[in-house]
């Protein structure tokens, strides 16, 4: 009988201490995590407040109120920026206030020196963030800080429309928590809800408001999101950036107002926009508005189609938990970027995917990219005009081309999409449908469609909520999945053609398909093509589509270069805890211990450095022992409560940052770094030191590694608590 897997000798958790967590998660000052729920409803009842702000001085000082509350700190402000006088000016203050503070001071400026964090900010929209007790602080904020009786700083920029109009600044008390990357995020998304209510302000400053806001629902009105639109594409097209439009259309209207009446629908409506508000609360600068009767848009400056769908499924989520008044909404997502930004590609492209969803049902969420095919020269034009041969081979040879040029790196449904667009263009096809089926299971599931005879249904990505199948009921799809390539053609009427096939092609409306196979590590991706009496020469296509499929979808493993796969990198946690367990027994001195577990933790994770801290008396931690292809200073020393390996020291438990460029207490020692992993070395119930291992890409550890490590910590305490041979 084969016995359980065991861990090597030494290995067991210790107790009393806190599970390893990510740096930036929400923590409250005892090292609790923070109420993200809490953090949540802060952000929805100011982004309610900036939606409908009439009055901008009730936004600030809400949304000032709920942000102090949420971090914790001791005091909390709002500034403009006065470009004519070059100083920020604060217009509120709250919490615990400082010697020449005041709630709603007269006359509180600062000047934007050059140099300073504050220019940094206001010029280059750079958060920045000082403690007391850093050394590497600026020294006019710490000055400042001792002033005010405060202990620690953070500041995020209020950018209104592209331009930084002030900053949300915010402060700790003398003993209190210090802040992280996860309120550096929350400050960001209160500036940018503060961000619309300062537009808003402003707009209504220079006309009537009645002209830019809806009367039922408080939002921004269709003349409002147009110019907006308009202001957004321009900076688009002119910086390269993008932006992202969710269009929600309120399902079943009439019915409501027919069978409940007009004040119902009126209060579906006002659900509606709330819903999406609150959807909406966590994204800087969104504007949500309504644009018609039961039309409703948000609109992201500065986004992707990621967040549009976020957008949308959140919003349909929160009505589909309101019980007393069954509301659903239709939402289409896409956006557009850089030169080719446009307002008409917006739009169409975004109605596309709300017609989709509509036809679905209603109550969900569909995404559609303006272009998906390659962009094709006259030349690649003329070539599709030919016999079969040469229009699949143009497109073969164009798909090569793209797939390994401007669509290498990206996601391989954006990859598969580009294939089926373009061989749709070579054979006429009706239509096609990416689907995935999950490695292990038994469902495959639409991903993407597009039915090409009808313009409004090209190129348009399911949420959740897309068609799914069992693949017991499709025999030679199951075939096709269970093998991991190949492909085959299925023609209604054909003797030998699949039933199951044909009966769906035809409830489809077509009468033929290709469906070709490629499979990677976590399950097995479908591309179909879908023929009617306009198609041509699928047979001739339905080896090419597998081949494309393949070149498509990254291989299984990658065999040189890249990051290692999940087996490997598995394989090498496991040598790593078996060598230590091996090696620091046979091992007589710390110093010979200290530097085995860096080699190995260098062979096993590949860091750009390996390193163990030893804290010393006098609270401070120096280099006890490394590995790197960089040469660091041995008399390197840092105080014990500084930077992450400091927050890891404190609160006894690993540390992990996947991007320590948007970490406040990073410290790093002149290397090009973007991912740290701190774990601490007990040796007894006393912290001995840091296992410290970093690396240029950004999230090259993950939880295993965590789990991987503090295991490695744990034999190297218990070796080290043995102290030298004699």
Same mark, same amino acid.
């Given at each position: 009988?084969?016995?359980?897997?065991?861990?090597?000798?030494?290995?067991?958790?210790?107790?009393?201490?806190?599970?390893?967590?990510?740096?930036?998660?929400?923590?409250?000052?005892?090292?609790?995590?923070?109420? =993200?729920?809490?953090?949540?409803?802060?952000?929805?009842?100011?982004?309610?407040?900036?939606?409908?702000?009439?009055?901008?001085?009730?936004?600030?000082?809400?949304?000032?109120?709920?942000?102090?509350?949420?971090?914790?700190?001791?005091?909390?402000?709002?500034?403009?920026?006065?470009?004519?006088?070059?100083?920020?000016?604060?217009?509120?203050?709250?919490?615990?206030?400082?010697?020449?503070?005041?709630?709603?001071?007269?006359?509180?400026?600062?000047?934007?020196?050059?140099?300073?964090?504050?220019?940094?900010?206001?010029?280059?929209?750079?958060?920045?963030?000082?403690?007391?007790?850093?050394?590497?602080?600026?020294?006019?904020?710490?000055?400042?800080?001792?002033?005010?009786?405060?202990?620690?700083?953070?500041?995020?920029?209020?950018?209104?429309?592209?331009?930084?109009?002030?900053?949300?600044?915010?402060?700790?008390?003398? #003993?209190?928590?210090?802040?992280?990357?996860?309120?550096?995020?929350?400050?960001?998304?209160?500036?940018?809800?503060?961000?619309? &209510?300062?537009?808003?302000?402003?707009?209504?400053?220079?006309?009537?408001?009645?002209?830019?806001?809806?009367?039922?629902?408080?939002?921004?009105?269709?003349?409002?999101?147009?110019?907006?639109?308009?202001?957004?594409?321009?900076?688009?097209?002119?910086?390269?950036?993008?932006?992202?439009? +969710?269009?929600?259309?309120?399902?079943?209207?009439?019915?409501?107002?027919?069978?409940?009446?007009?004040?119902?629908?009126?209060?579906?409506?006002?659900?509606?926009?709330?819903?999406?508000?609150?959807?909406?609360?966590?994204?800087?600068?969104?504007?949500?508005?309504?644009?018609?009767?039961?039309?409703?848009?948000?609109?992201?400056?500065?986004?992707?189609?990621?967040?549009?769908?976020?957008?949308?499924?959140?919003?349909?989520?929160?009505?589909?938990?309101?019980?007393?008044?069954?509301?659903?909404?239709?939402?289409?997502?896409?956006?557009?970027?850089?030169?080719?930004?446009?307002?008409?590609?917006?739009?169409?492209?975004?109605?596309?995917?709300?017609? &989709?969803?509509?036809?679905?049902?209603?109550?969900?969420?569909?995404?559609?990219?303006?272009?998906?095919?390659?962009?094709?020269?006259? =030349?690649?034009?003329?070539?599709?005009?030919?016999?079969?041969?040469?229009?699949?081979?143009?497109?073969?040879?164009?798909?090569?081309?793209?797939?390994?040029?401007?669509?290498?790196?990206?996601?391989?449904?954006?990859?598969?999409?580009?294939?089926?667009?373009?061989?749709?263009?070579?054979?006429?096809? =009706?239509?096609?449908?990416?689907?995935?089926?999950?490695?292990?299971?038994?469902?495959?599931?639409? /991903?993407?469609?597009?039915?090409?005879?009808?313009?409004?249904?090209?190129?348009?990505?399911?949420?959740?909520?897309? @068609?799914?199948?069992?693949?017991?009921?499709?025999?030679?799809?199951?075939?096709?999945?269970?093998?991991?390539?190949?492909?085959?053609?299925?023609?209604?009427?054909?003797?030998?053609?699949?039933?199951?096939?044909?009966?769906?092609?035809?409830?489809?409306?077509?009468?033929?398909?290709?469906?070709?196979?490629?499979?990677?590590?976590?399950?097995?991706?479908?591309?179909?093509?879908?023929?009617?009496?306009?198609?041509?020469?699928? @047979?001739?296509?339905? #080896?090419?589509?597998?081949?494309?499929?393949?070149?498509? +979808?990254?291989?299984?493993?990658?065999?040189?270069?890249?990051?290692?796969?999940?087996?490997?990198?598995?394989?090498?946690?496991?040598?790593?805890?078996?060598?230590?367990?091996?090696? /620091?027994?046979?091992?007589?001195?710390?110093?010979?211990?200290?530097?085995?577990?860096?080699?190995?933790?260098?062979?096993?994770?590949?860091?750009?450095?390996?390193?163990?801290?030893?804290?010393?008396?006098?609270?401070?931690?120096?280099?006890?022992?490394?590995?790197?292809?960089?040469?660091?200073?041995?008399?390197?020393?840092?105080?014990?409560?500084?930077?992450?390996?400091?927050?890891?020291?404190?609160?006894?438990?690993?540390?992990?940052?996947?991007?320590?460029?948007?970490?406040?207490?990073?410290?790093?020692?002149?290397?090009?770094?973007?991912?740290?992993?701190?774990?601490?070395?007990?040796?007894?119930?006393?912290?001995?030191?840091?296992?410290?291992?970093?690396?240029?890409?950004?999230?090259?550890?993950?939880?295993?590694?965590?789990?991987?490590?503090?295991?490695?910590?744990?034999?190297?305490?218990?070796?080290?608590?043995?102290?030298?041979?004699?």
């Amino acid at each position: 009988m084969k016995e359980p897997s065991r861990p090597p000798h030494g290995l067991r958790r210790r107790t009393g201490r806190p599970e390893p967590v990510r740096a930036g998660e929400p923590r409250t000052p005892a090292g609790e995590p923070r109420d =993200a729920g809490s953090e949540r409803d802060a952000l929805i009842r100011v982004a309610a407040a900036a939606a409908g702000a009439h009055r901008l001085d009730q936004v600030l000082e809400l949304a000032a109120e709920e942000a102090r509350r949420v971090l914790s700190a001791a005091s909390l402000a709002v500034s403009r920026w006065e470009r004519d006088r070059n100083v920020l000016e604060t217009l509120i203050n709250v919490g615990a206030l400082g010697p020449g503070e005041s709630r709603y001071p007269e006359d509180e400026t600062y000047p934007v020196a050059p140099g300073s964090v504050i220019e940094r900010l206001v010029r280059h929209g750079q958060p920045y963030f000082n403690s007391v007790g850093d050394p590497a602080a600026d020294r006019d904020s710490v000055e400042l800080l001792k002033r005010l009786g405060k202990d620690s700083e953070v500041a995020v920029p209020i950018v209104v429309e592209g331009e930084t109009w002030g900053e949300v600044w915010a402060a700790t008390a003398g #003993g209190g928590r210090r802040f992280r990357a996860a309120d550096i995020r929350f400050l960001e998304a209160v500036a940018g809800q503060l961000a619309v &209510a300062i537009g808003r302000a402003e707009l209504f400053s220079r006309v009537s408001r009645l002209a830019y806001e809806d009367s039922l629902t408080g939002l921004a009105n269709r003349r409002a999101v147009e110019e907006r639109l308009e202001r957004a594409l321009e900076r688009a097209r002119r910086r390269g950036s993008e932006v992202a439009l +969710v269009l929600c259309d309120l399902d079943n209207l009439k019915a409501i107002n027919d069978e409940r009446g007009h004040e119902a629908g009126d209060r579906a409506l006002k659900r509606v926009a709330e819903a999406l508000v609150a959807a909406a609360a966590d994204h800087p600068g969104s504007l949500v508005g309504r644009l018609s009767g039961d039309e409703f848009c948000v609109l992201l400056e500065g986004q992707g189609v990621d967040a549009a769908h976020e957008v949308g499924a959140a919003a349909v989520q929160i009505l589909e938990a309101d019980r007393d008044l069954p509301t659903s909404i239709s939402c289409g997502a896409t956006s557009v970027q850089g030169p080719g930004a446009s307002r008409g590609r917006l739009l169409r492209s975004a109605d596309a995917a709300q017609y &989709a969803a509509k036809r679905m049902g209603g109550g969900q969420v569909c995404t559609a990219a303006p272009d998906l095919a390659p962009t094709l020269r006259d =030349a690649d034009r003329r070539l599709f005009r030919g016999d079969a041969e040469r229009r699949l081979l143009a497109a073969a040879d164009l798909l090569t081309e793209s797939l390994a040029g401007e669509l290498a790196g990206r996601a391989t449904l954006d990859r598969l999409e580009v294939v089926a667009t373009t061989l749709s263009q070579a054979l006429n096809a =009706a239509g096609w449908t990416v689907s995935y089926a999950p490695a292990g299971g038994s469902l495959v599931r639409s /991903l993407s469609n597009a039915h090409t005879r009808e313009v409004r249904l090209q190129g348009v990505r399911f949420g959740l909520e897309g @068609e799914v199948y069992e693949l017991d009921g499709f025999p030679a799809t199951r075939a096709l999945v269970e093998a991991g390539e190949g492909s085959f053609l299925a023609r209604c009427g054909d003797s030998g053609a699949d039933k199951a096939e044909c009966e769906l092609l035809e409830e489809l409306g077509y009468h033929a398909a290709i469906v070709a196979c490629a499979a990677d590590r976590d399950g097995a991706w479908l591309l179909e093509l879908y023929g009617d009496d306009a198609t041509r020469e699928l @047979e001739e296509a339905t #080896g090419l589509a597998a081949v494309l499929a393949r070149a498509a +979808v990254p291989p299984v493993r990658r065999l040189f270069g890249g990051r290692p796969d999940a087996a490997d990198r598995q394989a090498r946690r496991l040598e790593l805890l078996m060598a230590l367990s091996r090696r /620091l027994g046979d091992a007589e001195r710390d110093e010979e211990r200290l530097e085995l577990a860096v080699e190995e933790l260098q062979r096993a994770l590949r860091p750009e450095v390996a390193s163990i801290l030893e804290l010393l008396p006098g609270n401070t931690v120096k280099l006890a022992a490394y590995r790197s292809d960089h040469v660091l200073s041995a008399d390197w020393t840092q105080p014990a409560d500084t930077g992450l390996v400091g927050r890891c020291i404190s609160e006894r438990a690993p540390v992990l940052v996947g991007d320590v460029r948007a970490e406040p207490e990073y410290r790093g020692r002149g290397l090009e770094v973007r991912t740290e992993l701190d774990v601490p070395i007990f040796v007894g119930e006393q912290v001995w030191g840091v296992i410290n291992v970093e690396s240029r890409d950004e999230d090259a550890f993950d939880a295993e590694d965590v789990r991987a490590v503090e295991s490695a910590a744990a034999l190297l305490g218990s070796a080290l608590g043995r102290g030298d041979a004699t």
